[in-house]
Every structure is written in C-alpha cells, then in structure tokens.
C-alpha cells in the first residue's frame, strides 16, 4: 500500500491481555488458539525431548515454566515495538535512518533521540549480568561441532515449523513473502543463520551484529503490521504476531536442537557442552528480543520450554497450502523440465523431512499439492540409516586424541554447513536480481491499517 509523508493510522484496539509483564504480576493464560494439543508433534517429542524431561507426558503438565511461555504469548518485543511505532509517526525513511546512524555510530550520533530509542540502545550497548564472552564461544564451537545430520535435522525442523506451525505460518503467509520474493527471504535467511556462527556477531559494531538487530527491527515491523491487518478477533484468540514465546521457542530449537538429535542417535556430548551451546543462543535471543525471565537457565529449563511450545504449536493454516504449492511452482518454473520433474521424484527430500518431523507434519505440508500421495515410508528407512550412519561417525572421531583442537579449527571463521547453504542459494537469489540481504522489505508493513491485508503476489500454481 502507498505510505503518506508521515501515517496517522489508529492503534489497533487494546485487548485485556495486550500489556507488558513485569515481576509479580498474574499471569495471563495459554491463548484458546494454542490450547489444543500439536497432535503432529507427539512422536517427535517423546523421540527428542522426552528423554530429558523426568515423568514426560504427551499433554505437559502445569509448572511455573510453562506458565511463563503460556503468558509471554501475549506480548511481543518492548523495546522493539516501541521503537516502530515512534518511526510509524515520523516521515517515510526518517526513522530508519536515525536507527541505521544509532546502528553505525552509536546512540551518541543522534541529537534528541527518542526514548525508545535510547531505551534500546541502552539494552544493545548493555550485555547482560550473566553474558560470559568465553562461555558464549565455547558455545559457539560446541555448537558447530554438532554432525552434518543434526543440524540439517534442525534445518528440517525449522521448514515443518515455517510451513506448518500455526505462529509463523500464518505470519510468512500473510506477509507473503515466500510466495513473493522466496528468493530474497530465503537468501536472507540462510546469511543470518550463517552470520550467527561467526565470532563476531557479538562485537557491537561488527556487520553481524547489525544484522542480528535488523532482524530484530523487522520482526517488530511485521508485528505492529499484523496487528492491524488481522484484527482484534485474531489476537483474542492467538495471542501476540511472533510473540517473545515463539522468538523463545525458535532460538532453543536452533541452540540446542542438533546437538539433541546427536544424542538421540548414539552420540552422548559431555552435559557442559549443551549448556555451553545453550548460553551461546541465549544471548542471540536476547539480542533478538526475548524477555530476561524467558531465557533458560538450564538445559532442563531449555527442554521443559521447547517441549511445552511445540506440544502448543497448532496445526496448518489457511497459508500452508498457498505457500507450499508455491514452493513447487517456483522450483518447476526456476528448473524448467528438470523442476517438473521434482514433483514426482520429491520423496527422498520429504521422507528426510518425515524422519526428523514425523510423517503426519509432512502429510499436512502437502496435503493440497500434487505431492499429497508421494510415498515416504521407503525413504524414512533410508533417512533413518544415513542419519544414523553420521552421527555415531562423529560418536566415533570424538574418541580421537585432539577433538578440542579439531573444534577450535573448525570453527575459526563460521560453521561449514551454514556456508554452504549460503552458497547454494546465492545463485538462485542472484538469478531473480537478489544479491544483498539489508532486511528492509518491512519498513512500510507497520503501516498496514486494520481490515487491509497486506498485499500478496498472485499464486502460483503447482500445476503448470
């Protein structure tokens, strides 16, 4: 939609539970949307997480922890949003620019700046009390030492959740950005996860740390946008657009999901290693938003909340559909004859997926595209072996004389896996004029008034 020199759009209307949490106070319920149990998820949690949660149950039972993520889901970033909605009150660009100077140059740069903006940049130029450098990066290694198989298990994991998962499917689908520009938002999420492993995404002024908190200001675009578009009927009964409880959710899984799947599959690391990989993704979180109190404080604590979110996840929505027809379309058309053909030879990708996710999340994905009756039973078997065959690889070079040099080593710089997922993509981004990843495709989302939705490219057709 067209933005005007300064957008007077109103708020969205205040719901009972729109506020932010302090220390004390009541907290609010597990919104109706989330209430009913993520039926797709269950043999994967009791594969994955049941093993470090004492007595664990398909439906998770009542603790303080839980209580916490049920509550968070009503709120999203403070600081953040904050900060979108003083630039919403500005001249198109202003705001963007006093953020990108703070960025650059530090808050100092910036005659009078907001209180919100100040508030941030207090919280960026802050580490927190707990921040240990030399524990992040020995998280850091640890993590990048997790096997090839755990990692693109997380990877896969990560899809089901993107397409399937009722929070950020029906935040990807409505933005329409996998049905628009699949190629920048897959370009850029690819650079980020890499960006996340290098050294320097901790340093301030370093490009990595920028970028963590470009995503940051996007998601909180994306936010105050859906807010609107969607309406009070959609908070009342989902809670908070990327709330800080899925931002929670997303940065365990990414921290601690493959060295999870290592364990699962024969390679048992060292418990100091999972809490090192642990406070090295707490503190991204932290950059990207998540509250304080949110952030775990053990592995325990870690596996009690992913447990308790995916178990709440919900099911597909009215986008999974629209985006994964897409997803084949775009590959038929980026390929040619060769992409049409991966509709029917589609099975050893899916039934990987299906291996790590369960088969029943992967029947949701393509129920509503020509590959709802592709058989993943074969290729299950297959994954299973490979996955296997991997890690207790790795189960075995971790006997060698050497391992913490070798960690040290391979992680100099960043981790291999995301470097090659990064050029992999790269090309086909380049192909659709994609070579950069500023994260700013959001600027003008927040100003998307209630009732409109944001505006959506035509669907392709998975047919042809």
Request: contains cysteine; charged residues 20%.
């Amino acid at each position: 939609m067209p933005e005007s020199a300064a957008t007077n759009l109103e708020p969205p209307p205040v719901h009972p539970n729109h506020y932010w949490y302090r220390d004390g106070m009541p907290l609010r319920p597990l919104p109706a949307g989330h209430q009913h149990l993520t039926f797709y998820a269950v043999a994967q949690r009791r594969r994955y997480l049941a093993p470090w949660i004492p007595g664990w149950r398909e439906t998770p039972r009542p603790t303080p922890i839980h209580d916490l993520v049920a509550d968070h889901m009503w709120q999203g970033d403070e600081l953040m949003d904050a900060v979108v909605e003083d630039f919403r009150r500005m001249k198109t660009g202003a705001g963007r620019r006093l953020f990108e100077r703070a960025l650059d140059h530090g808050i100092g740069s910036i005659e009078a700046p907001s209180p919100a903006l100040s508030a941030l940049f207090e919280q960026l130029d802050t580490p927190p009390a707990w921040f240990d450098r030399a524990l992040w990066e020995e998280g850091r290694r640890c993590w990048i030492d997790a096997s090839f198989a755990g990692k693109m298990g997380m990877g896969m994991q990560d899809f089901i959740a993107t397409y399937v998962g009722t929070d950020v499917s029906s935040a990807v689908g409505a933005t329409g950005r996998f049905v628009n520009v699949w190629a920048k938002r897959q370009l850029e999420s690819n650079v980020w996860f890499w960006n996340m492993t290098k050294p320097d995404v901790i340093d301030r002024f370093s490009p990595t740390f920028k970028d963590v908190i470009r995503v940051r200001l996007m998601h909180a675009q994306v936010r105050a946008g859906l807010r609107r578009s969607w309406g009070p009927e959609h908070y009342e009964r989902f809670g908070e657009p990327i709330s800080n409880s899925a931002m929670l959710g997303g940065a365990i899984t990414f921290g601690l999901s493959p060295l999870i799947i290592d364990y699962a599959h024969g390679r048992r690391r060292p418990p100091a290693e999972l809490e090192a990989s642990m406070w090295y993704w707490n503190y991204i979180a932290y950059l990207m938003g998540v509250t304080d109190e949110l952030l775990p404080r053990s592995v325990a604590e870690a596996m009690q909340e992913l447990d308790f979110i995916a178990a709440h996840a919900g099911g597909a929505t009215e986008w999974t559909s629209q985006m994964a027809n897409s997803g084949v379309a775009a590959i038929s058309q980026m390929c040619g004859p060769a992409g049409r053909l991966f509709q029917h030879s589609a099975a050893p990708f899916l039934g990987f997926v299906a291996f790590y996710s369960g088969e029943p999340a992967v029947r949701e994905l393509i129920r509503d595209t020509p590959l709802r009756d592709v058989r993943l039973a074969d290729w299950r078997m297959v994954a299973a072996v490979a996955v296997n065959l991997n890690i207790r690889a790795r189960a075995t070079t971790d006997h060698l004389p050497g391992r913490r040099a070798v960690m040290r080593l391979r992680a100099r710089s960043n981790d291999p896996f995301w470097r090659l997922a990064v050029r992999m993509i790269r090309p086909v981004a380049a192909d659709k004029g994609v070579r950069s990843t500023p994260y700013d495709h959001h600027d003008h989302t927040p100003n998307t008034p209630a009732g409109c939705p944001i505006e959506q490219a035509p669907v392709q057709s998975a047919n042809g």
